[in-house]
Every structure is written in C-alpha cells, then in structure tokens.
C-alpha cells in the first residue's frame, strides 16, 4: 500500500510540475478526441498570410487543428493552428487587434497557456 501511495503521489507531481495540460489556464482544452491533426495545405494558409498581411487565410484553417510539439517550454507545448495564424499576422503588421483572435489550448498531458493574446501583444 504505501509503494502504491508513493509512486501515485510521484506521478502527480511530475505531471504537475511538468506542465500537464490539465491544471493550465489556456482559452481551449482538448482532453479527449476534440483536437484535430493540422494538414499540410493548413501551413500553406499561414505562410500566405504572413506574406500578404492578410488574415483572410487564417480563416480557412479549421477551429480545432491543433500543433502539439512535446519537447518544447512548458507553457507553449500546444497551439491552436488559427491562432499561431492570427500571432504571426499580428505581429508582423503591426495591428494588434488581430490579436484578439488568438487563443491558448491545452491539452491533458501538455499545456500551451503562455500562447495568448498578451504574448501576441
């Protein structure tokens, strides 16, 4: 019993501290199955619409693919694809209204919270 209780208080700790989707503050959570995988023509709308300064292309990516890059710092592990779409147009035009579009995710096991419309600010 009490080899049970340390390895479960383990495992919960190390989720905890190592950024678990779970407990983050992101605008969207994926536990289960609602997450969509990105395709490839969805990276071609962001690089038209960072070339053009435009977010009309941003609007063709669907609402739910979402990025989920494991390795990187706890906070920005997951991205909703429209959302590092609206980020990049943002920021390299310069109107920071289009950040209002942007939206942070999580999902159970990794966080993106610090993906948010203040960091696109």
């Known amino acids: 019993m009490p080899k049970t209780f340390v390895l479960a208080a383990f495992f919960f700790l190390s989720a905890t501290i190592g950024g678990c989707g779970l407990f983050s503050d992101a605008d969207e959570k994926f ?31 669907h609402s739910k693919s979402l990025r989920v890059a494991a390795f990187n710092s706890i906070g920005s592990q997951v991205s909703l694809l429209r959302s590092t779409c609206f980020s990049k147009v943002g920021k390299y035009s310069g109107n920071e209204q289009i950040c209002d579009h942007v939206r942070s995710a999580s999902t159970l096991l990794f966080s993106g919270a610090n993906f948010s419309k203040d960091s696109c600010r």
Not at 36 to 49: G, M, T, V
């Open 31 to 61: 536990y289960f199955g609602e997450k969509r995988q990105p395709d490839k023509l969805e990276y071609q709308y962001i690089a038209l619409a960072n070339e053009i300064h435009s977010v009309k292309p941003c609007y063709l990516i």
